[in-house]
């Protein structure tokens, strides 16, 4: 069911209804149809909206519009995408005349878009040139895939570097990891416009923040997802980001969402709901956990791992794949978020339970704690 029309836009002084442009949007807007529509919901992004813009209108693949949902900004937002609009007809702005919020302002922006594909990015991230290019030709060539990001550079304020990330490269460890946590970054997503105009399905607008991880389970249900290896991508991560301004409420968000796509993703296994979600509760909301509780809760994830590769007929190579991803978030879920990792004798009862029983899961604990080790002597 599409999600409930609210509020009005305005675009370019105009005043109209958010069910499609018009006014002086739609009078500007050229009668090609383009292959792809960037979506970009904005507000107060001066600090860094040139440099996204540029890295859009830079792209090697060029049919594509460049739609910006403008979000009440005070700043020199307005301005600046207005002058992009002058120079390039690619680029539509649309004016929220009220604060709607991300949620609302993404479910404006997917109604407006005219493109086969829509590909989502931030106002403060940057695309490398051959990212549309990437993803159209993927998309064009695997109709089973409904959706396709791309991994990424972690950036801070200074576009310096700080880490790269690539996960979830196959559709199966996308669908395995959607049940935990988000198994892709939103602003590197491209998606198929059938999963909105035809299947109906909007963002949630009963989530403000963290409303692409339920969008993605959800969309799983008319398609299978994954994530391009290649780096395509530069995710900005600064104080005023909203991964940083609401943190605790994103993070609540990711807890409700992994707890509700289990039990969709595994209907026949309700005798792991409860320890799944305890274990999501340490992930998404640094739940203390006890190293009873933390070795019962890996046994679970394990025997929930071994179930889902059978279930989706995977190979023993896909299998031990699978397990290795499944350690990663072990240790992120009970070992840092859990608190394990602040109690050297729990820790270390930890590693001599999972050296027993699950050595690859001790590996990893290990590994995590070399790296940290590591961290605290170069800091000293």
Same mark, same amino acid.
């Given at each position: 069911m599409a999600a409930p029309v609210r509020g009005r836009i305005e675009t370019r002084g105009f005043d109209h209804s958010q069910t499609g442009p018009c006014g002086a949007d739609a009078m500007r807007a050229p009668a090609h149809v383009p292959r792809v529509s960037v979506l970009i919901p904005v507000r107060d992004g001066e600090p860094f909206l040139r440099e996204a813009v540029d890295s859009i209108l830079d792209q090697t693949f060029s049919?594509?519009?460049?739609?910006? +949902?403008?979000d009440g900004s005070i700043d020199g937002t307005a301005a600046i995408l207005e002058a992009y609009a002058r120079g390039d007809r690619r680029v539509?702005?649309? $004016? /929220?005349? %009220?604060?709607l @919020?991300? %949620?609302? #302002?993404? /479910?404006? @922006?997917? =109604?407006? %878009?005219?493109?086969?594909?829509?590909a989502r990015m931030d106002h403060d991230d940057w695309s490398h040139p051959d990212r549309l290019l990437r993803q159209v030709a993927f998309l064009d060539t695997n109709p089973g895939i409904i959706l396709v990001g791309t991994s990424f550079a972690t950036i801070d304020g200074g576009g310096r570097t700080r880490k790269v990330d690539i996960e979830a490269t196959t559709w199966w460890e996308f669908e395995w990891m959607s049940m935990f946590r988000p198994p892709v970054c939103h602003p590197t997503v491209m998606? =198929? &416009?059938s999963l909105f105009r035809e299947f109906g399905a909007y963002y949630d607008e009963t989530y403000v923040v963290g409303q692409d991880f339920d969008y993605w389970c959800? &969309?799983?249900? $008319? @398609?299978? @997802? *994954?994530?391009?290896?290649?780096?395509?991508? /530069?995710? =900005? !991560? $600064?104080?005023? !980001?909203? !991964? &940083? %301004?609401?943190?605790?409420?994103?993070r609540d968000g990711f807890y409700r969402t992994a707890t509700t796509q289990f039990r969709r993703r595994m209907p026949h296994r309700a005798d792991l709901y409860d320890? +799944?979600?305890r274990f999501n509760e340490c992930l998404h909301r640094d739940h203390p956990v006890t190293v009873r509780d933390a070795l019962g809760m890996v046994r679970t994830i394990l025997a929930a791992a071994a179930d889902f590769a059978a279930m989706r007929g995977l190979t023993n190579r896909e299998h031990r794949t699978l397990l290795r991803l499944a350690t990663r978030w072990i240790v992120l879920g009970l070992v840092v978020r859990g608190g394990l990792k602040d109690?050297?004798? &729990?820790?270390? =009862?930890?590693?001599?339970g999972t050296t027993s029983l699950f050595p690859y899961v001790a590996a990893e604990a290990v590994l995590y704690? *070399?790296?940290?080790?590591?961290? +605290? #002597?170069?800091? !000293?």
């Open positions: 049919d594509f519009e460049l739609l910006f +949902i403008d539509r702005v649309l $004016h /929220n005349a %009220t604060k @919020g991300l %949620t609302a #302002s993404l /479910n404006l @922006g997917l =109604r407006a %878009t005219r493109g086969e594909y829509v998606l =198929r &416009a959800r &969309a799983l249900d $008319h @398609g299978r @997802g *994954c994530v391009l290896r290649d780096v395509l991508f /530069n995710y =900005r !991560s $600064h104080p005023a !980001s909203v !991964s &940083a %301004t609401k943190r605790d409420q994103q320890p +799944i979600d109690k050297p004798a &729990a820790f270390a =009862r930890f590693l001599a704690l *070399c790296r940290r080790l590591r961290l +605290i #002597s170069l800091m !000293s």
